[in-house]
């Protein structure tokens, strides 16, 4: 299973954030795309589907920025890619042109097995696990914003 950029833009920014919130820090959607190498747009979309989603906390203004929900820290990887990636099925078997193969096939079965399987790994790690005593080479280079230092 492949995750999109999508969801893999989402959760590179959740571990930012959850390392930046560690030192009381807000960062800026920028930040994060040029940390992680995408458009400030990719990322921007990204975001606003966490902070939809309770994981992500935005605040404009001097001062502001993006920080880690209590909820976000908590959240596990298996949760937060459902979400991001919705519960499609791993191969469109009823498609436009359902496969001949559909009535005896146990193909569908085994992947759908197989992607609850995935995600029952992913469930057993928070986002705050993935950053906890982790150094993050990209962390370096966040910007403190201006009037959060010692938050």
């Known amino acids: 299973m492949q995750l999109t ?4 833009l989402g959760l590179r920014a959740l571990m930012l954030l959850a390392a930046a919130s560690d030192d009381g820090r807000r960062v800026t959607t920028r ?3 040029t940390n ?3 458009s400030e747009h990719h990322v921007a979309k990204a975001v606003t589907q966490l902070a939809e989603l309770g994981l992500v906390e935005s605040q404009r203004g001097r001062g502001g920025g993006l920080s880690l929900t209590a909820q976000g820290r908590t959240a596990t990887v298996g ?3 459902r979400r991001l990636e919705g519960d499609a099925d791993v191969v469109d078997c009823v498609g436009t042109r359902p496969c001949p193969l559909l009535p005896a096939c ?3 079965r085994a ?3 197989a992607k609850e399987a995935f995600y029952r790994e992913l469930d057993g790690h928070t986002i ?3 950053t906890d005593n982790a150094v ?3 962390i370096s280079s966040l910007p403190l914003l201006p009037g959060t230092a010692g938050r």
């Open 106 to 108: 146990r193909l569908r």
């Open 136 to 138: 993050l080479p990209l």
């Open 5 to 8: 950029r999508f969801t893999d």
């Open 111 to 113: 992947l759908a097995d």
């Open 31 to 33: 930040s994060i795309a």
């Open 79 to 81: 949760q937060v890619v």
């Open 128 to 130: 705050g696990d993935l």
């Open 36 to 38: 992680v190498h995408a």
